[in-house]
């Protein structure tokens, strides 16, 4: 109803039907100009209806696609055979089986474990160090214990079987979802400034129609004028004054200026649930936060770069070693320097299954700030040929204070 009623809709609405009235059963004879103008204002009212269901569709499709941090199908056990089944046809008992990159579809209480599974949890949590899981139970706290898988996570080394426990909404990262799908109620300034324009337009409508009425009814008028206007005419006049204050395309510029905006912040991968977050977000200028991975998909990338007291982007950084032998591991280069130590000073893998994709559609694990130095490293040269020319001599965990 929001969509057919909200802002000026309910004044066209009234406005409409009055003048249907006034046409018929009112008009002695019934006046063809009142049902033109009838139509053209169940027109503008049927379009304004129909374009703020469009934008709060578009605002919906745009949320929607968090949905893609979810696998689509996984393995499951079933009747002493495995199949693959999607996702949504999981439910509470189901038996699936998880590898090394298998997100996982479901909440999932693990039966068996292999002693190197580990599980990037991130996506909940924002830390990037993967946990071990067990069979045994850890901890009374469903969230805490280690033989729970919560849906969204994946498993970054091993494999594991694990029995359904929730699905869908009644997940871990549902009821998050959920959370971050909400409406808020409260009104947003903007909001608020267009409801203040709303009600003094509404004001000022009812004080010029009483203001008509009143003088239609002034006895000296009536007396020497008897049919100086009827009632249809009265209805239709008061309807031509309201409906002349009313601006109709203050919704839908409103709106349109706020879907253009969030269609640019949807290019710079950021999702609006809402279209007046785009309003609270244009009035920001700089975000400070302290980790990344929270219902978003952990992943970063490098944009630029600093070698030689010289700022490249990532193609011109490209470009800058384009020529060099991809095993040359000189130091003549400081571009080739950044490659070399971006790559061996690096814990992240590739998955073997897509050595031979481009850079940017390789899978890797590890730590998001590690895949997006050895992805970069990867676009300057081939860094799994350079690991396979060098000798690992010593290896020392990396700390923040001690990243390269």
Known sequence: MAYVFGGFGLLLFIGCILVFIAWKPLGDPPALANLALAIVLAAVFVIQAAFNAWQDWSSSRVMASITTMLPDECMVVRENGQEWTTATELVPGDVVKIKQG????????????SSDAKFDRSILTGKSEPAQRTVDSTDKNYLETRNIGLQGTHCVSGSATGVCVATGDNTVFGRIAQLANKPRHEFTPLQKKILRFVLVIVGIIITVVVLVVVLWQV??????????INLPLLIVSCVSVGIAFVPEGLPVAVALSLTIGA?????????CKTLATVETLGSVSVICTDKTGNLTKNEMFVTDCYTGAEEYTEEAARIANHGREETDVSFGSSMNQLRRVGGLRNAAEFDTSTLSYPPDKMKMYGDPTD???????ESLGSVNRLRSDTK????????AGTNP
């Open 102 to 113: 298998n997100k996982l579809p479901s909440d999932l209480r693990f039966i068996e474990v």
């Open 219 to 228: 006895p000296l008028l009536r007396r020497d004028h008897t049919d100086w």
């Open 263 to 271: 269609n640019i912040m949807k290019k710079n991968k950021i999702l």
């Open 371 to 377: 895949q997006a130095i050895l992805r970069f490293s």
């Open 392 to 399: 690992k001599v010593l290896s020392s965990p990396s700390t």
